[in-house]
């Protein structure tokens, strides 16, 4: 999103970074909603007029000079060398080359410095660049001197309530969200809010955008209502501009739903997720990805409310949807197929008491569709390794890293449900007195399958694995205790209780924040 805002006989742009957000909805326990995030990041650039302005509107990325008030132009060679350290800067960057982008900025700073003076708004918008990779690359102690800096030059050159103050002012916000600094944020927020309602009115889309992230960061300080009557109106600004369809509103109503969810008001979150999935398929219909998503979290809200038979028959659509779209093996249809094999096992346990026969038909449904879950995540991740693709940086390499990772995550879920499975059948069949050969072999492949892909930091280091991990080794041990196995004895078993404690400590931090 690009403000422009002319000074003097010219322009100035300033970029407001947005998220793409790809959105993988995978099983964690009951249910849980994993985000998989590229930012891909925009940059201020200004513009000198207006024929370079819609130039650089249609992509074009002119960087022009700005005029003085006696008309003049500040041209030299260390203007000269400022633009074209920002244009190659900014390619390198989006390139996935993070060490030349960054010697480029630092030096397009320099001559801006020099070029244009020490306090010149080029000097801020060649600081913001910086901070703004800095920011993405989550060096924050590096980011936020560069945003003060670019902060403290727009509020001196141009006055303490001009609205590219306030847009630095949200910029410098999204740095504080990110580390948590919350309170830091809200003054951020709350001071570019207010610029922004004077300059540019209250139902601006900017305003709301505001708006929006200020209630995220009340709702992370605990201020619920606050927060979501906040939200609420960034939402209803956006649908009164005719934006109701677009992505960012989607986003926004998303995140009211996940409020609903985490404050235990499933009827709202549900309310709120069939507009989503209304809107989806009015706009983009069945052969997107997009409403496949909106209507997989519909049938999340609806399995923790126990509403199984609706949400199996979303799952199974979903499924359906995918296999149109997606090779056959694609990790999201594994994903897809754990889903309805989750709803199948609750189905059973409604069903052991009145019907055995039905609940052990149920089972082996659930147990033909992670059969196949666990091929399609073992076949992805043994591409993934063999390819030795797995590897730092930004673009396609960090998706690659995400698909590993939501494999592992699959894998390691469905494995452990199969051995779930497992015990389950063994208790309707009655037949504990039996070497529980099946249970214990989908324990210890899930065990086998972190190990092996262990090795692979950049996919197993990740807190949802762990916590997935750590779930397969306390059930394995569980089910030792009750039954006793073959291969759990001795020193094995004490090696992998000291893991769980490991493990414990390791991912506590994570469940704090989350919490």
């Known amino acids: 999103m690009k403000l422009s805002y002319k000074f003097g006989s010219g322009d100035y742009t300033w970029s407001m970074n947005q998220m793409n957000h790809y959105l993988w909805i995978v099983i964690c326990g009951n249910a849980a909603i994993i985000l998989g995030i590229n930012a891909n990041p925009v940059f201020a650039k200004d513009i000198s007029t207006e024929s370079s302005f819609e130039s650089s509107a249609e992509g074009d990325g002119i960087i022009g000079l700005r005029k003085v008030e006696d008309g003049s132009v500040i041209s030299n060679i260390h203007t000269s060398k400022w633009r074209i350290f920002t244009d190659?800067?900014?390619?390198?960057?989006?390139?996935?080359?993070?060490?030349?982008?960054?010697?480029?900025?630092?030096?397009?700073i320099q001559e801006a410095r020099e070029g244009f003076g020490e306090r010149d708004p080029h000097v801020a918008s060649a600081c913001n660049n910086l901070a703004e990779l800095y920011r993405v690359t989550k060096a924050f102690h590096k980011a936020e001197p560069l945003f003060l800096e670019a902060t403290d030059i727009l509020e001196e050159s141009f006055g303490p309530e001009d609205i590219r103050v306030g847009a630095a002012l949200h910029n410098l916000g999204q740095l504080y969200l990110l580390q948590r600094k919350l309170e830091e944020a809200r003054v951020c927020y709350e001071r570019s809010l207010k610029i922004k309602g004077r300059v540019l009115g209250?139902?601006?889309?900017?305003?709301?955008?505001?708006?929006?992230?200020?209630?995220?960061?009340?709702?992370l300080q605990g201020k619920e209502k606050d927060s979501e009557a906040l939200i609420q109106d960034s939402i209803r600004i956006l649908e009164e501009g005719g934006q109701g369809e677009s992505y960012v509103c989607i986003k926004r109503i998303r995140y009211l739903a996940q409020i609903y969810l985490k404050s235990n008001r499933p009827t709202e979150a549900e309310n709120v997720q069939r507009k989503i999935l209304h809107i989806m398929e009015l706009s983009k219909g069945w052969n997107s990805l997009d409403t496949i998503i909106a209507a997989e979290g519909l049938a999340m809200t609806l399995q923790s409310a126990e509403n199984l038979?609706?949400?199996?028959?979303?799952?199974?659509?979903?499924?359906?949807?995918?296999?149109?779209?997606?090779?056959?093996?694609?990790?999201?249809?594994?994903a897809n197929m754990l889903h309805i094999a989750r709803v199948a096992m609750l189905n059973c346990n409604r069903l052991r008491k009145l019907d055995i026969s039905g609940a052990i038909s149920e089972l082996e449904k659930a147990k033909d569709l992670l059969e196949n879950s666990i091929r399609i995540a073992q076949r992805v991740l043994d591409k993934l390794i063999k390819q030795k693709v797995i590897t730092k940086g930004y673009g396609a390499p960090g998706e690659t890293r995400r698909d590993g990772r939501v494999a592992l995550l699959i894998l390691l879920q469905s494995l452990d449900a199969l051995g779930?499975?497992?015990?389950?059948?063994?208790?309707?069949?009655?037949?504990?007195?039996?070497?529980?050969?099946?249970?214990?072999?989908?324990?210890?492949?899930?065990?086998?399958?972190?190990?092996?892909f262990g090795a692979e930091r950049l996919i197993s280091d990740f807190p949802e694995v762990k916590g997935q991990y750590l779930s397969c080794l306390k059930r394995l041990i569980s089910y030792?205790?009750?039954?006793?196995t073959q291969r759990l004895k001795g020193e094995t078993l004490q090696e992998l209780e000291d893991e769980i404690k490991h493990l414990e400590v390791e991912i506590s931090p994570y469940r704090k924040q989350k919490n």
Request: aromatic share 10%; charged share 30%.
């Open 309 to 334: 038979k609706e949400a199996q028959e979303l799952f199974e659509r979903c499924l359906d949807a995918r296999k149109m779209l997606l090779p056959e093996d694609h990790i999201q249809i594994g």
């Open 202 to 219: 209250y139902g601006h889309t900017d305003y709301s955008d505001t708006m929006y992230h200020l209630g995220m960061v009340l709702y």
């Open 88 to 108: 190659n800067g900014r390619d390198f960057f989006l390139q996935g080359k993070i060490e030349e982008a960054e010697k480029l900025f630092l030096s397009a």
């Open 480 to 484: 030792s205790s009750t039954v006793g």
């Open 420 to 452: 779930h499975l497992e015990i389950t059948k063994q208790e309707l069949q009655e037949s504990q007195e039996h070497s529980p050969v099946e249970a214990e072999r989908a324990l210890f492949q899930c065990i086998s399958a972190y190990r092996e």
